[in-house]
């Protein structure tokens, strides 16, 4: 009787463990495909800004270190595509915002500039590139949100780590900057 | 944007399971109709003959049911005289679409484009992945942008719950109820005289029930639909004001379709569920909102402005 007792406790924590393990595994799969959205999303703003530079540059012949930050921005942003976390590609992201910012600010100063064509696509295109990251990214952190309290929530919490599940990291871009507390200096 | 999450995160995938259930309970009820149709038409002509009826009826449920799932879209999108459009045609459109795809985790659909002034706009597909969104040419003319989002974060929630699949499958399956009820009245009609003589009284029970049936399943069928189809509206409002997180685009969208006297000359009753905002512009008095394809829109606009 005892063993019987003793196969059905062994049996119902048995399955409960294995619901459990597929769940967490469905929900970081999710995360996973979510970031390849973002990830197709930052490739194509990195293969536009190239672009946007040469043809900035032919009116704007006087701002190279405008061009050289942002070129610069664009190559740590690259570069942290191939490897880095989410945290750390959105600082480069961020950076190249700010990078492109001072672009289109210096494209302002060019009314011919403003006229020409490839110059119209290539901001409008970026825009919506912008427009379609916000998006993914909203899609991201709601999947990431959905593992990280199912990681977290009792009883899944006491064993997940011993499967080696760690919680995702958001990803937040620009306006994180706009959140830190401004220095107030005297 | 707090009050636009806090009804509760329903993630596409929960809509979407919640969905797979309504489909199959759907299936079974109208597989029930059906068998019931064709049981009594069975009797009625031959007495003992249900049963041999039943497989013929069958046949003709799961033909139309498999039809309409690999086909129903292409055959509503005809029908709606929709052209597809390429992807350097309606940049705007694209971009919208792509983007809220995005927002949603689905693949972006195909576009279709419907030449008429009437703004409205509708989903099609089986799944996700052979989806497609039709909009109106007067929806591009006359909405701004804002306003294209609402619809279109609409149209994608229809996608990404799986609507798009329950409603192609009830949209076909009605149709199949009705042509069944249509043949059984036409033969009602042709044999009535000499059967009458023949048979006895047991008869005449069973020929009650089949002419009620004749009569009443098409209604059932359709209310049936209906129903479904005006729940579905308020969900996909809910959850395609939570993708844009601004309740006040889709709102404002409604309102203007509201104000639009026209009505969408490619929609017939078939179709006229789908789309976002009955194309129709016929509102039948009797009956309440028994018949009505949608909620009222001004509920809708409420409830939009509310969050």
Sequence with gaps: ?186 | MSSAESPARLSIYDAAAANRWRTVVLIAVFTAIIALLGYFVGEYFAPGGGLAALPFAFALAVGSGLASYFAGDQIILAQSRAREIGPDQEKVLHDVVEALALGLGIPTPKLYVIEDSAPNAFATGRDPRHASVAVTRGLLDKMDRTELEGVIAHELSHVGNRDIRVMLLVTILVGTVALLADWMWRSFFWTRGGRRERDGGGNAIIAVIAIALALLTPIIATLIQLAVSRQREYLADASGALLTRYPSGLASALRKIAADPEPLEAANKATASLYIANPLKDAPAFFDHLFDTHPPIEERIRRLEAM
């Design chain 1, 1 to 186: 009787m005892e063993l019987v007792v003793l196969i059905v406790i062994i049996a119902a924590l048995a399955l409960f463990f294995i619901a459990t393990y597929n769940r967490l595994i469905t929900l970081r799969q999710r995360v996973k495909e979510a970031w390849a959205d973002i990830d197709v999303q930052l490739k194509r703003r990195h293969d536009l800004i190239p672009n946007l530079v040469e043809t900035v540059k032919g009116y704007a012949t006087h701002e190279s270190t405008v061009f050289q930050n942002v070129t610069q921005a664009r190559a740590a942003a690259v570069a942290a595509g191939a490897s880095a976390s989410p945290q750390e590609r959105a600082q480069a992201e961020n950076m190249l915002t700010t990078a492109l910012r001072s672009v289109f600010a210096v494209a302002e100063n060019y009314p011919q500039l403003q006229a020409v064509q490839e110059f119209k696509d290539l901001s409008e295109n970026l825009t919506a590139t912008e427009d379609k990251i916000a998006f993914a990214r909203r899609f991201y952190n709601g999947n990431v949100r959905d593992f990280n309290t199912a990681l977290q929530t009792f009883p899944t919490n006491v064993f997940a780590s011993m499967f080696g599940f760690k919680a995702e990291e958001y990803f937040e871009l620009a306006d994180t900057a706009a959140r830190e507390v401004p220095q107030v200096k005297f």
